[in-house]
């Protein structure tokens, strides 16, 4: 099968090339629009991936900070991140070794935190325990739960950015 690039007529050489730059600027935009619109989709399902918010509270940025705290966690630690947000009553997901998972149900209070083994061991069970005591948990009755999720967040990165400064020091 041969490919075959057609032809492009003009009335002179002038209106010939005209056309022809035409026609690459046609496939350059169709090329550009291609390329931005498969950008916004793996944005979107990145975002699907890291937050679900069944309230609908979440705006849009503080979605975004969720979303770059998961890259930021995935790039430096090698570990995944997924938080839902349940208007009612949760279920748990099935996780993996390297999934730390945040669910919240703000409607009845409920906190539920889990870590990867090895996550959990370097942060510790008194500094999980008083994410949800002091940050999270707290932030329900005061309506701001939403700056709270990244409050927690911050304090999670913080904390490993510590271990691993500390660790480094040690070599």
């Known amino acids: 099968m041969r490919i075959t690039i057609p032809r492009v007529h003009g009335e002179s050489p ?9 026609l690459i600027v046609v496939f350059a ?3 550009w629009a291609f390329y931005m619109n498969n950008k916004h989709v793996v ?7 890291a937050v679900y918010d ?4 979440l705006d849009a940025s503080q979605k975004k900070f969720i979303v770059s ?7 430096e630690f090698g570990l995944d991140c997924k938080i839902q947000i349940f208007g009612g009553d ?3 997901p099935e996780l993996d070794g390297k999934t730390m998972y945040m669910g919240l149900a703000p409607a009845i209070g409920e906190v539920e935190l889990r870590f990867p083994p090895l996550m959990r061991k370097a942060l510790g069970v008194d ?3 008083s994410l949800k005591t002091t940050f999270l948990v707290p932030s329900f009755t005061e309506g701001d739960w939403p700056m709270a999720i990244q409050e927690v967040l911050i ?5 490993l950015e510590q271990l691993n400064t500390e660790e480094n020091a040690r070599e």
């Open 90 to 92: 949760f279920v748990l």
């Open 29 to 31: 935009a169709v090329i």
């Open 14 to 22: 002038k209106e010939k090339a005209i056309r022809s730059v035409a």
């Open 127 to 129: 500094f999980i325990e």
């Open 54 to 57: 069944e309230t609908g509270i």
């Open 43 to 49: 944005e979107v399902l990145n975002q699907d991936g």
């Open 69 to 75: 705290f998961t890259r930021s966690l995935r790039e």
């Open 155 to 159: 304090e999670i990165y913080r904390k």
